[in-house]
Each structure stands twice: as structure tokens, then as C-alpha cells.
């Protein structure tokens, strides 16, 4: 399939200072966007002028959230060059993410091309300052114009770009994070592993409560016991207990973060111990407590890696090491940083050059 791209007339201004850009507020000019009909398959692929879209009252993901999304970046490297980070991994997991939701895959080099064609329209929306990026937030979702519960017939794809500004501005910063003990994201058997919006629809009440008891996030135990670590609000979580990395093993509830393989690859090659399994909760405040525990930090695009200072559970909270960042939370964040925006050696090939 062919991309046709239509380039807009009335380009916006883009924002002039990059420490006030923050994360998806402001959207750049284009989007890719593209219609699927069942026995056509997917048409008309498009780069155009970022626009509205007009949707029928009735139309199947308002009812039924038949959705999914992926989110990855694009990096301004220091010698001009814009490299992506292992971006066919977010192309065969939107397909992953559509299978369980029954909507159509997309054939993972040309939804690579697509985003490739996009980011290189969108090259002057890259952010140069340090730490800062092109946010590319590709979503599908069900179109059919009409109430019945099925599999809908109808899907749009696109996406859309956001410059983003550091998340760390002031360099990392250890958080507080409350482990979740009355509500679950996920249980056996639902869709706890595909990127889908209604994961975020059940788990937004959780985390609103726990900002406003002051944590950052929650720590999410398994739905059936709720007594396993799972993963935070959009972060996977790694553990380092007596020296071992300790994280939790994809089981279908969890989201496989790319992050998250990306630094059990690079651990796993620095000569790390690590292991992918169920965690109690009560084995790790258990650690935490006797020191057993000296690092946690989260995984994920958007921070790349958070260092986690306190733990909470029930009525207790409780520090993680000295509560600051860990030796190995601040090396991994430096290395893989280090490798997205092209700083360091890539032993891996994960950074795809966009020109
Ligand atoms: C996207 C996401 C992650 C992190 O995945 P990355 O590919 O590392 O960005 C973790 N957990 C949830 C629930 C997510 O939606």
C-alpha cells in the first residue's frame, strides 16, 4: 500500500520553550490515518493535516471500547540524526493487543513505514532540548455504526505525535508508591497483558485516591489473590532483593513493557542475576524492611526508568534502601538513555535510524 501524504497549508507555530512542553498537550501537524472494512482489509492510507474526527453516536468503541494504543518515541540525537528505539516491538504488539480484542493486525513493516513516513514529515516538531522528544501514539479502534455486541466490522487507525518535554527536568527523582489493596487492573484470563484503554478506565478511581493520599502511583496485585506484585500504572516494576533483579513474569495480566525486556536484556548481558517470577507482597515488604530490598524502580517509555523511595502497604510505609536512587536504577537509566538517543553503543540493533 502506497502512503499518500498531503501536507498542510497552515502549519502551526511550535512551541518555543522546550521546558514547558510536558506530555501530550500539544500535537503536531499530521496524522497517519487509515480505514479497515471487513473482506477490504485495511485502505486509503494517508499522511494529512492533523484534523477532528467525526464519529456516529453509535459507533462501536463508545459502547464497547474495542481499542487498543501503543506509545513510543522518537529521539533527536546530538550529531542531528532521529532514531527510534526498537519500534517493530510496538508494531507486533499492537497486533498482539488486537488479537485478544478481536480487531484486524496490521502488517508490522508497513505500520513501521507508516510511523517512519510520519515522524520524518514531523522532523522539525523534535523537540532539541536535552531529555526531550517526538511522543507517536498510534490507536485502533472499532467503528461499526450500530448497537450489537460482536466484533465490529469497521476500525480507524492513526496516529498522532506530541512533542514531549523531559520527564525528569530536575534529574531522577525517587517517588512514593502505594500497593493497591481494594481494587484490581487485572484478572486471569482478561486483558491485563494488551494495551487497551479499559485497562486505564478501571484503574484511573486507584490512582487518583493514591495521589491524593500523596503517593505517585500504584503497585497493583494480581485480581484472583491479591497477594502477587504486578506492575504500576503504566510501568513495569523490577526489584533488587540480596543483589538479585527480581521482576514480575508475563503471565497474561501484565503489560510486556518493551522497557522492561530492553533492561532484563542488558542486565542479563551485564552478568545480573535475574529472575521473572511471583512476588508475595509480604516477601517484599519483608525485604524492604530488613534490607534485603535496596532498589525498585519502574519501567516504561514515557520515565524510561523510575526509582521507587517508598513502598506503602496498609498501614505501613516503608523506605527502600536510603529512599534515594539506587546505584543500579541510575546505571540502567544512563545506559539505555544512553542507547535511545544514541550516545552509546547499540550492541543490541535496537535503534532504527529514521532518514
Ligand atoms: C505501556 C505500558 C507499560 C510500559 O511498556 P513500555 O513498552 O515499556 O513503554 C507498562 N505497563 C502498562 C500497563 C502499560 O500500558
New binding site residues.
Partial sequence: MKIDVTLTTTPKAKPQDESKLGFGKIFTDHMFIMEYEEGKGWMNPRIEPYHRLSLDPSSTVLHYAQEIFE??KAYRADDGRILMFRPE??CR?LNRSADRMCMPDIDVDFNLEAMKELVKVEKEWIPHAAGTSLYLRPTMFANDEALGVHAAKRYIYFIICAPSGAYYPQGLAPVKIRVEDRYV?AVRGGTGFA?TGG??AVSIKAGDEAVKDGFAQVLWLDGETMQYVQ??????MMFLINGTIVTAPLDGS???????DSILTLARSEGYKVEERKIHIDELMDACESGALTEAWG????AVVSPVGHLAYKDKMLAVGDAGIGKLTRHFYDRLTGIQWGRLDDPFGWVTEVK
Fill in positions: 506509545g513510543l516491538e510496538n504488539r487492573r494495551k485497562n486505564y506492575e504500576v500504572g503504566a510501568m513495569n501484565i503489560l510486556p513493557g518493551v522497557t522492561r519501567t516504561g517509555t514515557a
